[in-house]
């Protein structure tokens, strides 16, 4: 089979396995200290590996097969905090190509076990910071393609439509009786769901404005804060340490993240996004992970601040992934201890939120005047 051959063939497999696949659901949920704001949290969950990166994984193969990146038998090769390693391990397997996950040693045993049972491979890697150069020796030294979610996720997704989220999230919303929201809020991972959210907007010239909700150990808010102030170097700023928060927080700003398609970010202490966690948790009946947390509360933030300018409305954010991948750590109350996090106080903090009494003040930066 030609190398042409072999792309066709590859492309029509992606495409088959997205023909059998159905929307994922928007879930109403009640915001009871905020009278006419109506919440709804899109459940990326629901995707075949259990996430919104499934999303990326595949906007990613179609755009690394269309580039002539990949080679029949050759392995791909990923740096990821292991949600998109998963959906690309299935992926790789679905065209027959081996696999490897470049991963934090801190990666949830679930995901390793997950990442292992679509047929990847694990390569763990101390500090966050190594990620990337771990990544691109392996694909030198395997002859593979290192896939770079962080270079590539916003350039790979087709921001216009093609089923992208920001168009499944309008038209779920069609019926509802605030159909365009005021906000959408997300976190920031590789920053490519957060520019295929601002640029759909502006594309369809919505009043949506799109909010981001950096974890604690992450320098995203940073470089935001420093490109809104029109500093030069805002690209080059690091922090040390990985983010507590799986799926989200990035030691560097990484190439995929877009200042200018963020309306609005606020930075999020992680006790408080644990707590947002359990409170979501309890209210659906089942477990989300941390960043969902995260995500909400971004969502109190942006309900403050439609109360204080006496609007009304809807508000969209993302359930990123499902807490049954961490059992061992945000669901475990000896985690909690070795991390010394005052999981009380966060709760207390978080249920006077969603009573509409207010977030402990919170770092925040906008483009404009909000």
């Not at 500093?231 to 340490?241: A, I, K, N, Q, V």
């Amino acid at each position: 089979m030609s190398q042409r051959e072999w792309v066709a063939a590859a492309i029509r497999k992606i495409e088959a396995d997205f023909n059998r696949s159905a929307d994922t659901h928007l879930i109403p949920l009640a915001l009871p200290g905020f009278e006419g704001i109506d919440l709804y949290l899109k459940d990326e969950s629901s995707h075949p590996t259990g996430s919104l990166k499934h999303r990326l994984a595949r906007s990613l193969f179609l755009y690394a097969l269309a580039n002539g990146w990949l080679r029949e038998g050759r392995p791909v090769i990923e740096a990821s905090s292991g949600s998109t390693a998963v959906s690309e391990a299935y992926f790789a397997r679905l065209l027959g190509l081996p696999f490897i996950a470049v991963i934090p040693a801190t990666t949830s045993p679930e995901k390793i076990a997950a990442i292992e049972f679509h047929g990847g491979r694990c390569h763990l890697v101390e500090r966050a910071c190594d990620l990337n150069c771990d990544s691109e020796k392996l694909a030198r030294e395997t002859g593979g393609h290192f896939m770079d979610q962080f270079t590539y996720a916003e350039r790979a997704t087709d921001w216009r439509a093609n089923n992208n989220i920001a168009e499944s999230i309008f038209k779920q919303m069609a019926e509802e009786p605030s159909p365009i929201p005021e906000w959408i809020v997300c976190s920031p991972g590789t920053g490519g769901t957060a520019a295929t959210l601002g640029r759909y907007v502006s594309y369809r010239r919505h009043d949506t404005r799109i909010l981001c909700a950096d974890p604690e150990v992450s320098v995203f808010f940073d470089g935001y804060k420093a490109a809104v102030a029109g500093e030069p170097d805002w690209r080059g700023l690091t922090c040390s340490g990985g983010s507590r928060v799986e799926g989200i927080g990035r030691p560097r700003v990484e190439p995929s993240f877009i200042p200018t398609s963020v309306d609005a970010m606020v930075k999020v202490p992680d006790a408080l996004s644990l707590a947002a966690m359990r409170h979501v948790s309890r209210q659906l009946g089942r477990r989300v992970g941390g960043s969902t947390g995260t995500n909400f509360i971004g969502v109190l933030q942006a309900a403050q601040w439609m109360r204080e300018a006496g609007h009304h409305g809807s508000i969209v954010s993302i359930l990123c992934d499902s807490g049954e991948r961490y059992a061992q750590s945000y669901y475990d109350p000896a985690w909690y201890v070795r991390q010394g996090i005052d999981v009380e106080r966060a709760d207390a903090q978080l249920a006077a939120a969603v009573a509409g009494q207010g977030l402990p003040e919170l770092p925040w930066s906008s483009l404009e005047a909000l």
